[in-house]
């Protein structure tokens, strides 16, 4: 797999120079300075080169931004367009790797100016369909939703506007954004505790209303509950297919070599019962095993269907496995953070607390350091692709010390799980603890142009 090796930034806000090297043998770097050297536009601008989304590249104001990968890759983008804002102009060179010393080379020009705000979306949309990219949306447009300003407008229209600009990227060499492609970033904001509603249809918005917002940990909650039944669907399939071919299984006599001892099954026997009671206990399960074996001796038959049943039993048991580990994970963090509410997890709910009283706590009732905690947590275990680069922005944001000092410790536990490298953007000596050997400064000196 392709990883980040390093990357470096040119007049970020006009002014810095920064140049972060990314170990590939560590699994985390800690970035931290004075508040105003870009920490968040670093990772905001990087989130966005990696994810491919021109729209918010163009939002961070910087010269020049170039990335090496461990394949010999090295990609550079310019930025070109005015700092008025008035126009999006960036020029893409890839080379190095399979791409050879000369590399290919593409540029972007945008007259944002002549873009009446109604068709901004449909213009941004189109560019995407046209170059296959999936992104989020810019924040010049989520500002434009918060604005209510948005008036919908055909892709007709917005096919025929572009085309009078010369909005044509046909030209556009697509092999940058394939290459692009195979990298999954993830962004962690410090805006993490509300969302915008874009499924809210349209037509049933008045004239500058803003999109309504949802609570994200009441949203993690019923992700839950929606990942628990999709666990029991597959589970009862699988087991629906085992249960038919039980019976000619257990009187195959081809199998009676394969039956193992006694011990060895008692011992598996024993394994499944603690993986229920551990299934049980978030939901998964609704029964343990409450039926021991008999004390005496196993006669052979008794073996060869016990065995043929814990051999089922573990096909079922397995399609539980990775979402057990999570949750489990997910719930041991959190009860180890919250000293007066106990968390439970719930196949209609997805997750609810309870206090000391025994009285039962929504998750949006909870304190907005409770939630942030909830959230973060939750979005690396359960929405981060495997081989993803994490960006963290202002992890302490709302959260105690105490629960501060053992962030990087949860993190990397995650990470072992989720399987994902991460950068940390944090003004928290407490975040950082122990990690010092991890950490990079950026600095407030000026770059040379300048």
């Not at 040119?10 to 105003?36: M, S, Y």
């Not at 102009?89 to 540029?107: A, H, M, N, R, Y």
């Not at 990227?169 to 993490?192: A, C, G, K, N």
């Not at 692709?385 to 202002?394: M, Y």
Request: proline share 4%; with cysteine.
């Amino acid at each position: 797999m392709t990883t980040l090796r390093s990357f470096q930034v040119d007049q970020l806000l006009g002014e810095f120079n920064h140049k972060i090297h990314f170990n590939a043998e560590k699994e985390f770097v800690i970035l931290h300075g004075p508040n105003g050297v870009g920490k968040t536009k670093l990772l905001e601008l990087l989130s966005a080169t990696l994810s491919f989304d021109i729209f918010r590249i163009s939002e961070v104001q910087f010269a020049k931004l170039s990335l090496n990968f461990d394949d010999g890759v090295e990609l550079a983008v310019t930025n070109n367009s005015e700092r008025s804002g008035s126009s999006i102009d960036l020029t893409w060179l890839i080379k190095g790797g399979k791409f050879g010393s000369e590399g290919v080379q593409s540029s972007f020009q945008i007259p944002l100016d002549d873009i009446p705000p109604s068709m901004l979306r449909e213009v941004e949309v189109e560019i995407r369909q046209m170059l296959s990219v999936d992104a989020a949306p810019s924040a010049k447009f989520r500002a434009l939703e918060h604005s209510g300003r948005y008036l919908p407008a055909s892709a007709r229209a917005t096919r025929m506007f572009g085309k009078r600009l010369g909005l044509s990227f046909e030209e556009f060499d697509v092999r940058i954004p394939s290459y692009l492609d195979q990298f999954s970033v993830h962004m962690v904001e410090t805006q993490r505790l509300l969302i915008l509603d874009r499924n809210y249809e349209g037509a049933r918005r008045r004239p500058g209303e803003s999109f309504p917002q949802r609570m994200k940990v009441s949203e993690c909650a019923n992700d839950l509950a929606s990942r628990i039944a999709t666990a029991l669907t597959e589970n009862s399939t699988v087991s629906q297919e085992q249960d038919k071919s039980f019976p000619r299984r257990v009187l195959d006599q081809s199998t009676d070599h394969a039956v193992p001892s006694e011990g060895t099954i008692r011992e598996a026997y024993s394994a499944q019962s603690l993986l229920r009671n551990r299934l049980s206990s978030i939901a998964l399960l609704e029964e343990s095993m409450d039926v021991p074996l008999p004390p005496k001796e196993l006669i052979d038959w008794q073996k060869k269907v016990l065995w043929t049943y814990l051999e089922d039993s573990q096909k079922k048991l397995d399609s539980f496995t990775d979402l057990l580990t999570r949750v489990e994970l997910f719930r041991e963090i959190i009860s180890s953070r919250f000293q007066f509410k106990r968390m439970l997890i719930d196949r209609k709910a997805g997750f609810r607390f309870a206090n000391r009283r025994g009285d039962f706590i929504a998750p949006e009732q909870l304190s907005s350091g409770e939630q942030h905690e909830i959230v973060l947590i939750y979005d690396l275990l359960f929405e981060v692709k495997p081989g993803s680069l994490v960006l963290i922005d202002e992890p302490e944001i709302s959260l105690h010390v105490a629960w501060q000092l053992e962030f990087l410790e949860d993190i990397r536990r995650i990470a072992s799980v989720s399987k994902f490298r991460f950068i940390v953007a944090t003004h928290s000596p407490q975040i950082v603890n122990e990690w010092w050997s991890e950490t990079l400064p950026l600095n407030a000196t000026p770059s040379e142009s300048e």
